[in-house]
C-alpha cells in the first residue's frame, strides 16, 4: 500500500528543513498554499520567529483580480517589498512539500522580480 498524499506531503516537507534553514541573515521563505489561498513567511529559525509574512487574504490583496497564479505572483511581490524595506536581501525558499509548479513557482517569481535573491 502506498502513501497517502499528506503524508508523502509532510515527508517531503522533512526532507527539505533538513538542509534549509534559517538565519538572522539569510532567513527561510516558507510557502503554504492552501485551496483558496497562499501564505508565505520569512523565518529566522535561530530565535524562532517570524520576521515578515503576506498572504493573498491581505487587505490590499484581496480586492485583487486575477486567477490564483496571477495572485500569488502578487503576494511573492508584496512580501519582497516587505523584504526589501526591512534590509533583507538573500532568503532561503521552503516550498513546504509543494512541487516547485504553478502557484508556488509564480510567488517565486514574484519575489524574484522585486529583487529577492534565492
Known amino acids: 500500500m502506498g502513501l497517502s498524499k499528506t503524508q508523502r506531503k509532510l515527508r517531503i516537507r522533512r526532507r527539505i528543513r533538513k538542509v534549509s534553514f534559517g ?51 502578487l503576494v511573492g511581490k508584496t512580501l519582497a517589498e516587505k523584504c526589501k524595506k526591512a534590509g533583507i536581501e538573500k532568503v532561503a525558499f521552503d516550498r513546504g512539500g509543494n512541487l516547485y509548479h504553478g502557484r508556488v513557482k509564480s510567488l517565486a517569481e514574484g519575489a524574484r522580480e522585486v529583487g529577492l535573491k534565492f
Open 23 to 73: 538565519t538572522a541573515e539569510r532567513p527561510r521563505l516558507s510557502v503554504f498554499r492552501s485551496n483558496t489561498g497562499i501564505y508565505a513567511q520569512v523565518i529566522d529559525d535561530i530565535k524562532g520567529a517570524t520576521l515578515l509574512a503576506a498572504s493573498s487574504r491581505d487587505k490590499d490583496l484581496v480586492s485583487a483580480k486575477g486567477n490564483k497564479s496571477e495572485i500569488a505572483k
